[in-house]
């Protein structure tokens, strides 16, 4: 059999080495756009206070709640959600006349929490700015809040129960599977594509809810 050459030697050498790298950057990086696609985890339900703590808000002035949500690992999934009450009495969470709207404090540019104010909400650290809606009005964030779905249990406790990203367009909040800030709810093309590309936050849950008429002012 023929001896290779030094530069053989070294070229093939090169090759495997290249090809050994690849891999070992390959598998993660399959690894993470498979793993949103495939593994799940459950949003428990979190107990955010009475009710009557929530129903006393005046104008637009939402309560900010604090919640855990895997009591396992309250220093990474502590949370701050705004309880904004309506003024109305429908306890269905997905109605047109809900008592609540829930949003979640993270921005939709980087995830930065935002602050509620007269008129919306705002982001201190790029400039998002939000309506009473949720639905982003200036700056950089690609879309509309998260929202929160939420029940009444025994009468007098609120409960965040879900969580959803949420798009708002032809006067409708539309409701997704949760993605990440920064990344867009959906593209143009098959939904699989849009998951693959901005994998998203897969709780187990469901379909999405369908829109929902804004409230008309």
């Not at 390959?26 to 593994?39: E, F, N, Q, S, W």
């Not at 701050?80 to 540019?109: P, Q």
Request: glycine share 12%; with cysteine.
């Amino acid at each position: 059999m023929a001896e290779a050459t030094r530069g053989e030697f070294l070229s093939l050498t090169t090759i495997g080495l290249g090809a050994m790298i690849g891999g070992v950057i390959g598998v993660p990086a399959t690894a993470y756009l498979l793993a949103p696609v495939t593994k799940e985890t459950t949003f428990e339900s979190v107990f955010l206070g009475p009710v009557d703590r929530f129903t006393s808000e005046q104008k637009f002035d939402p309560t900010p709640a604090t919640y855990v949500e895997d009591s396992e690992n309250t220093a990474t999934s502590s949370g701050l959600a705004y309880v904004h009450y309506t003024g109305k009495k429908n306890t269905d969470w997905h109605a047109e006349d809900a008592m609540f709207v829930i949003f979640s404090n993270r921005c939709m540019h980087l995830g930065c929490p935002i602050a509620a104010t007269p008129g919306g909400f705002q982001c201190p650290c790029h400039g998002g700015v939000y309506d009473t809606n949720g639905e982003r009005t200036g700056g950089p964030p690609i879309r509309s809040l998260d929202r929160f779905q939420w029940e009444i249990r025994k009468g007098s406790e609120l409960w965040l129960t879900q969580r959803w990203s949420t798009d708002i367009y032809g006067g409708m909040v539309h409701y997704y599977p949760v993605k990440m800030p920064g990344q867009p709810t959906h593209t143009p093309g098959p939904s699989w594509i849009s998951n693959v590309l901005y994998p998203h936050v897969t709780y187990t849950h469901g379909p999405a809810p369908g829109p929902v008429p804004l409230p008309k002012a």
